[in-house]
């Protein structure tokens, strides 16, 4: 790609890109003998609408009617496309998407709460696809439960609350203990006062250390904070990824699980979430139907 047509592709917005993405996949499937098409045309208003999942709640039901083959292939494009603008184009951390400043700005000015990658009822009862490196796998697709990984009794961590629901989807399930974590006051403050049943704090999801003590959570859930930090591209995101995770493990008790919903592919993300703590056998990356989900499990002890 030459500097002229790079400085275009950054210019254009994320939705952008993805339409374009997939007209070319609509291209190059037109191209191909009917028996080697892989799913129908996508129509971009359908896209359109199914692409809100990067900024609202829309998601990719409407493109139910692809085969599971077909939209996992869809769906790997889009993540790649998001981790190209990183590796490959060198996108510089215009959004700030790692800094306070942003995000108390940002919620300032929010009415509506905003889902990243998935709607809480998403992650209650979902199907997935083991797509771990680490391990053999089988593609065989599954089925599994939050409370699985995060039982109702556990006393629970979400990290960069924001004006998502999740924390509130919780307790409305049944989760007994839910702490509510974001370095933005306007978020917390926000929190406080419209999810009560919530324990909201303030405090950054990159020094989990200097607001909890070791081993105080059963369960840490992420959907959105190791992104926004991952996708700024800022000179410290990948050791501030790794600083989230490693903070993580730390709070965590033994045989914790920390959840973390993310856009971003396992063959970039999966080695920033390394720690020693981790029980790397236990830990897997699951492929859901519109983001991955990496399970990282703590050890039974304390690494001394």
Request: negative net charge; contains cysteine; proline residues 4%.
């Amino acid at each position: 790609m030459d500097k002229k047509d790079k400085k275009q592709h950054q210019n254009l917005s994320l939705h952008e890109r993805y339409l374009a993405l997939l007209d070319k996949h609509n291209a190059e499937n037109a191209d191909k003998p009917p028996e080697e098409q892989e799913g129908p045309q996508i129509k971009n208003e359908v896209v359109k609408k199914a692409l809100a999942a990067v900024h609202g709640p829309g998601k990719l039901d409407s493109l139910a009617f692809l085969s599971d083959e077909s939209l996992d292939k869809v769906l790997d494009e889009l993540a790649e496309l998001y981790d190209s603008d990183q590796h490959r184009l060198g996108w510089t951390a215009r959004g700030g998407f790692d800094t306070k400043e942003f995000w108390e700005r940002s919620y300032a000015k929010a009415v509506l709460p905003h889902e990243w990658a998935l709607p809480p009822s998403s992650l209650l009862k979902y199907e997935f696809r083991d797509v771990s490196m680490h391990r053999t796998t089988t593609t065989a697709r599954g089925t599994a439960t939050l409370d699985q990984d995060c039982p109702r009794a556990a006393k629970t961590l979400v990290l960069g609350g924001g004006t998502s629901t999740l924390a509130q989807a919780l307790c409305d399930e049944g989760w007994s203990d839910v702490t509510a974590l974001d370095f933005s006051e306007v978020a917390v403050k926000r929190g406080l006062e419209m999810e009560p049943s919530v324990n909201w704090m303030v405090g950054d999801a990159r020094r989990l250390d200097e607001t909890f003590s070791d081993e105080t959570f059963g369960a840490i859930v992420d959907k959105g904070t190791v992104d926004a930090i991952y996708l700024s591209a800022g000179d410290s995101c990948t050791e501030d990824v790794g600083a989230v995770a490693a903070g993580a493990a730390r709070v965590l008790e033994p045989r914790g699980t920390f959840l973390c919903v993310s856009l971003s592919a396992p063959q970039y993300l999966w080695p920033l979430l390394q720690c020693d703590a981790w029980d790397i056998q236990q830990c897997e990356v699951r492929r859901l139907d519109g983001a991955f989900l990496y399970v990282m499990r703590r050890g039974r002890l304390k690494k001394k």
